[in-house]
């Protein structure tokens, strides 16, 4: 298995047989080395609707004829844009060919605005559990620090938690590095830092205050070495 991340909260998983992306936010990322029209994928997984994470959904799975996995609300709107998908709530596992998908609880809100203008409620957002071929993946999405991911760390074996921590919208590098106690992960990886002004962040700030795991700050399509 392959896990790369591509800038800002963008991850891609590699298996034997699939590409899974999770928050696909590629034009008007500047942070990423992904070209949009380029990328290739068999399953889109999506942790909230805000535009920085559901990005380039929509035309990376229409041409690929991915499925996309997301929340409730934000799979039926996607769906009404002509995109396969399967709708999840919080709590809820599900095993697909590709892997076993499962969403946690997350702290922060989740809409989409149109190019229009139209704002649209698009649900709970989330955090995600993915596994296969053993290995845990815990992306938390946008998220506060909150007491419950000790229960997602005593209840999970995580290979490599993906932990926000441009604060502002976010838990920051202190509340990051907390939750990483908490969650237990073999490695963390920070995301979501350094895209926008307000996210400004200098991860190795993170890494000094993480003793309960193994950090690994990556640049733009930097992989995941696991041991």
């Given at each position: 298995m392959q896990i790369s991340y591509h800038g800002h909260s963008v991850v891609k998983i590699k298996t034997t047989s699939h590409t899974i992306l999770i928050d696909p936010f590629i034009?008007?990322?500047?942070?990423?080395?992904l070209v949009a029209?380029?990328?290739?994928?068999?399953?889109?997984?999506?942790?909230?609707?805000?535009?920085?994470?559901?990005?380039?959904?929509?035309?990376?799975?229409?041409?690929?004829?991915?499925?996309?996995?997301?929340?409730?609300?934000?799979?039926?709107?996607?769906?009404?844009?002509?995109?396969k998908v399967h709708?999840?709530?919080l709590g809820g596992a599900r095993e697909f060919e590709f892997g076993t998908v499962k969403f946690t609880q997350a702290f922060h809100s989740s809409s989409y605005t149109t190019e229009a203008g139209q704002w649209v409620y698009?649900?709970?957002?989330?955090?995600i559990l993915f596994t296969?071929?053993?290995?845990t993946i815990y992306h938390a999405g946008d998220t506060a620090l909150f007491g419950d991911m000790k229960l997602i760390g005593e209840r999970n074996n995580i290979d490599v938690a993906f932990l926000p921590i441009?604060?502002?919208f976010t838990m920051g590098p202190e509340d990051a590095a907390y939750a990483t106690e908490l969650?237990?992960?073999?490695?963390?990886?920070?995301?979501?830092?350094?895209?926008?002004?307000?996210i400004k962040q200098n991860?190795?700030?993170?890494?000094?205050?993480?003793?309960?795991?193994?950090?690994?700050v990556l640049q733009a399509g930097g992989s995941v070495q696991l041991s």
């Open positions: 034009n008007g990322n500047g942070q990423t080395d029209s380029e990328v290739t994928a068999d399953a889109i997984l999506l942790t909230h609707g805000h535009n920085d994470h559901v990005g380039d959904t929509v035309e990376i799975a229409k041409r690929n004829d991915a499925i996309v996995i997301a929340p409730f609300e934000l799979a039926e709107y996607i769906e009404n844009q002509g995109v709708a999840m709530g698009t649900g709970m957002p989330a955090g296969a071929e053993g290995k441009g604060d502002n969650i237990k992960p073999k490695i963390v990886v920070p995301i979501h830092y350094d895209t926008f002004p307000p991860p190795n700030n993170f890494k000094e205050l993480v003793t309960a795991a193994e950090v690994q």
